[in-house]
Nanobody, 117 residues
Framework: QVQLVESGGGLVQAGGSLRLACAAS????????MAWFRQAPGKEREFVAR???????YYADSVKGRFTISRDNTKNTLYLQMNSLKPEDTAVYYC???????????WGQGTQVTVSS
């Protein structure tokens, strides 16, 4: 079992930046595809970005060029650097572990990101 704990959310003005972190328990972090999802009020949870075991990355079109996903396997930590934030980025951001197709095996509890205009 892997536990995921997110941190780094908060309130930021449009155009600003935030860096989210996701600390993972367990020794097998580096064997999982990891990802970030988000859920805005009244909307379904949506994919943001994923990173493979060899650090290959893939992004949703809505965040491409503004967000960067990364991982530090020595610290069992996943990151999401968010730049040029927009009000529409406001959501609860979730860390996801062991992504296989559309299936996610582990979820964090989420961290709120609010972008004011």
């Amino acid at each position: 079992q892997v536990q995921l704990v997110e941190s780094g959310g908060g309130l930021v003005q449009a155009g600003g930046s935030l860096r989210l972190a996701c600390a993972a328990s367990g020794r097998t972090f580096n064997s999982y595809v990891m990802a970030w999802f988000r859920q805005a009020p009244g909307k379904e949870r949506e994919f943001v970005a994923r990173i493979g075991m060899s650090s290959s990355t893939y992004y949703a079109d809505s965040v491409k060029g503004r967000f960067t996903i990364s991982r530090d396997n020595t610290k069992n930590t996943l990151y999401l650097q968010m730049n040029s934030l927009k009000p529409e980025d406001t959501a609860v951001y979730y860390c996801a572990g062991d992504l296989r197709g559309l299936s996610v095996r582990f979820w964090g509890q989420g961290t709120q990101v609010t972008v004011s205009s």
